[in-house]
Nanobody
Framework: QVQLVESGGGLVQPGGSLRLSCAAS????????IAWFRQAPGKEREGVAC????????HYADSVEGRFTISKDKAKGAVFLQMNNLKPEDTAVYYC??????????WGQGTQVTVSA
């Protein structure tokens, strides 16, 4: 079964950190670009970060540049999103998704991140 499963979300205070994980099963990450998206209540879904294959080039949204880091562990079949210096505006459901080039075809179920004092 082809799927992505996110984990690592939770409640954190402003300035804190979280590490999200995205575990792939049923397919090999080495052939896919993996991205993290987020969607806050009442807002459109936005791309946060992505990492390409095979060279692991990364790209970040301006809003998270310098605070978030995306990485990949091919051996474990997982992609991670390290989020530092979190802000209340980072509160959203975070999704990972996989693409072979023409669009994101495989999506996880999402994990909630809440940044609040």
């Amino acid at each position: 079964q082809v799927q992505l499963v996110e984990s690592g979300g939770g409640l954190v205070q402003p300035g804190g950190s979280l590490r999200l994980s995205c575990a792939a099963s049923g397919f090999r990450l080495k052939y896919y670009t993996i991205a993290w998206f987020r969607q806050a209540p009442g807002k459109e879904r936005e791309g946060v970060a992505c990492i390409s294959s095979p060279y692991s080039n990364t790209h970040y949204a301006d809003s998270v540049e310098g605070r978030f880091t995306i990485s990949k562990d091919k051996a474990k079949g997982a992609v991670f999103l390290q989020m530092n210096n979190l802000k209340p505006e980072d509160t959203a459901v975070y999704y990972c998704a996989a693409s072979v080039g023409s669009g994101y075809d495989i999506w996880g179920q999402g994990t909630q991140v809440t940044v609040s004092a």
